[in-house]
């Protein structure tokens, strides 16, 4: 991913967004399914669907990603140690974002 983001970022750029895809299927699903309930695209002028189609082409072309180990991206911001303590404290429930 070039953006330290949600990986279905509307601002991302498709490559991110199709990587996102192929890393989250289940969750590029729900997408999907949201997409067609509220009848509108993604982003503009690229569907879900069409991203969705995008990452298994390219799964199917070289072969079905595998997710990098939590905190791989962040790590290099901020360090390895940094990210260490962050994760463990999500893990703790040190972080809820529904609050």
Do not use: N, W
């Not at 390219?58 to 360090?79: F, K």
């Not at 463990?88 to 972080?95: I, P």
């Amino acid at each position: 991913m070039s953006r330290l983001s949600c990986s279905f970022c509307v601002l991302g750029c498709e490559a991110d967004v199709v990587l996102a895809a192929q890393l989250r299927p289940k969750k590029a699903a729900q997408y999907v399914a949201v997409e067609a309930k509220v009848r509108a695209d993604f982003k503009h002028c690229l569907s879900m669907r069409e991203i969705v189609a995008r990452a298994k082409a390219l799964d199917d072309e070289y072969r079905e990603l595998q997710r990098p180990p939590r905190g791989t991206v962040l790590s290099g911001y901020v360090g390895k140690e940094a990210t260490r303590k962050y994760l463990a404290h999500v893990e703790r429930g040190g972080l809820d974002l529904a609050a």
